[in-house]
């Protein structure tokens, strides 16, 4: 069977990456429709992929040929457009991340999801990366408890990436008019740091999470200059630091999750954003220093993620609600502590 899928959002992501995806996985979904809130470059990616283009999400959500909804709206509409999606009798979703802006919020979308059986993925692509799975194997065989968890990430302008998958760089979009940033004021830095965790953070924390479980403490956060978080945060005996920074030029992006143990290190490398070019790269170290990289898969997590819908339609795989919710709170509370730690002044 192939399911229609209507794409609400027609952003870089959808551009360069859902809706090249669903083309590369064969006749398990057809784009049938895209709508965005009036900008016009839906109609762009919808002629493309030979799909129909509408303006809000009414026109989308009436279409007989919607079969899966998938939101890639901006994250403060999400929470709306599953709710809209599941009252106009759409029982299979897949929402960009993050789900929902508070743990409470999340929970209940996700409750009104598992009380009409809808399906509902996630796109933490991170987390469905076949080299993350690899790793996590590895982690386990080891029998060994993970002392350490780091992820650093440093991302150069998506204008690049975008330009080598499309071919061109990201459409033109106006600027939204802000105040200039100022990072020595404790209530703004605790916004920023709060939204970059909850939208940039959720890429990896899931990933934490799926390695020390737990309920996170947020030991200290300060913000980095240009734009950028630095924290530290204790779960389940282990430490974990997460730094990030966006860069408006240099080298080129490094997105890595690296693990310790009391006998090996293990080593995740994401490749850049808004490119297919295979999973993540795994290397592992063990106590003796020897060193293995394994083979990139050819697949990506944007592929194994909606691969992973396929899978619950088939009735292959059971649904997860309870993962979804854990994962919402793992990343909303340490959002909200790393705000609280900035408001604190408490900097490592």
């Not at 399911?3 to 990456?17: N, R, T």
């Amino acid at each position: 069977m192939t399911w229609g899928v209507g794409i609400i959002g027609s952003g870089p992501g959808v551009a360069a990456l859902h809706a090249p995806t669903l083309a590369r996985l064969g006749g398990d979904f057809r784009l049938v429709h895209v709508s965005d809130a009036g900008s016009g470059r839906a109609a762009q990616i919808a002629e493309r992929f030979g799909a129909r283009a509408s303006a809000g999400v009414d026109e989308l959500l009436a279409d007989p040929e919607v079969d899966v909804v998938a939101i890639c709206s901006p994250p403060a509409l999400h929470a709306e457009h599953v709710r809209a999606s599941l009252a106009a009798g759409r029982r299979a979703i897949f929402c960009e991340k993050p789900l929902a802006d508070t743990a409470e919020d999340a929970e209940r979308l996700v409750s009104e999801c598992a009380a009409v059986g809808a399906l509902l993925v996630v796109g933490t692509n991170h987390l469905f990366d076949p080299a993350w799975v690899r790793a996590t194997h590895h982690l386990n065989a080891l029998e060994g408890r993970i002392s350490s968890v780091t992820v650093t990430l440093c991302l150069s302008p998506n204008d690049r990436y975008h330009a080598l998958t499309m071919g061109a760089p990201l459409p033109a979009v106006p600027p939204a008019k802000r105040p200039p940033l100022d990072l020595d004021d404790p209530e703004q830095s605790a916004l920023i740091v709060r939204q970059l965790v909850a939208g940039l953070g959720v890429h990896d924390l899931p990933l934490v999470r799926d390695l020390v479980p737990g309920v996170p403490e947020v030991l200290w956060a300060r913000p980095v200059p240009p734009i950028g978080f630095d924290l530290a945060l204790r779960a389940n005996g282990a430490l974990v630091r997460f730094t990030t920074v966006m860069l408006p030029e240099g080298a080129d992006s490094l997105w890595r999750v690296s693990v310790a143990t009391a006998g090996a290190r293990v080593e995740v490398e994401f490749p850049p954003p808004f490119v297919h070019v295979g999973g993540a790269r795994t290397t592992v170290r063990d106590a003796q220093g020897v060193q293995t990289v394994y083979p990139i898969d050819r697949r990506d997590g944007y592929e194994v993620e909606w691969r992973a819908l396929t899978a619950l339609l088939r009735g292959e795989a059971a649904m997860e609600y309870d993962e979804l919710r854990a994962d919402a709170a793992f990343v909303t509370a340490i959002a909200d502590g790393a705000a609280e730690a900035v408001r604190a002044g408490a900097v490592g």
